[in-house]
């Protein structure tokens, strides 16, 4: 952390980019550097070697939220219909309106309720939903 402070950053998440979304994420953002394992600066080149690389990303927590239900999806073969569908059947709660506020962060702050019926739709606790490094370092929170 004390190293990032020096080359500019004030809040970080290591974050490795390997998703299109991700790179995505990184261009609109305008990251132009990351680091490799080694802790060397380097240019980031959006055209090769993107998986080979650690970055440093910022996120807020509307963004840690978005990313780790979509990469729950990814990890287990399901659309974000799919998932809406699997907790309506759950729970007889339609929640695809939800969902969509979430994911295109219209809804800032998520109601704890609804993180946990996404947390049970992948058969996880609401704790492993949190236990990912999005959540590390998240603008306004402290972790020590």
């Given at each position: 952390?004390?190293?990032?402070?020096?080359?500019?950053?004030?809040?970080?998440?290591?974050?490795?980019?390997?998703?299109?979304?991700?790179?995505?994420?990184?261009?609109?953002?305008?990251?132009?550097?990351?680091?490799?394992?080694?802790?060397?600066?380097?240019?980031?080149?959006?055209?090769?070697?993107?998986?080979?690389?650690?970055?440093?990303?910022?996120?807020?927590?509307?963004?840690?939220i978005t990313?780790?239900?979509?990469?729950?999806?990814?990890?287990n073969n399901?659309?974000?219909?799919?998932?809406?569908?699997?907790?309506?059947?759950?729970?007889?709660?339609?929640?695809?309106?939800?969902?969509?506020?979430?994911?295109?962060?219209?809804?800032?702050?998520?109601?704890?309720?609804?993180?946990?019926?996404?947390?049970?739709a992948f058969?996880?606790?609401?704790?492993?939903?949190?236990?990912?490094?999005?959540?590390?370092?998240?603008?306004?929170?402290?972790?020590?």
């Amino acid at each position: 952390m004390s190293y990032a402070k020096k080359v500019g950053f004030e809040r970080v998440v290591l974050e490795q980019v390997i998703s299109d979304e991700g790179i995505n994420f990184a261009q609109k953002n305008g990251f132009s550097r990351c680091y490799t394992p080694s802790m060397e600066l380097k240019e980031f080149n959006f055209e090769t070697g993107i998986g080979n690389y650690e970055r440093f990303i910022y996120f807020n927590g509307a963004e840690a939220i978005t990313f780790r239900i979509k990469d729950l999806c990814q990890q287990n073969n399901l659309t974000i219909y799919g998932l809406a569908k699997k907790i309506e059947r759950k729970y007889e709660f339609n929640i695809q309106s939800t969902l969509n506020e979430i994911l295109q962060k219209r809804t800032k702050s998520p109601q704890i309720n609804t993180l946990y019926m996404v947390a049970e739709a992948f058969d996880m606790r609401l704790c492993e939903f949190f236990n990912d490094r999005k959540f590390d370092q998240i603008e306004g929170v402290h972790n020590n």
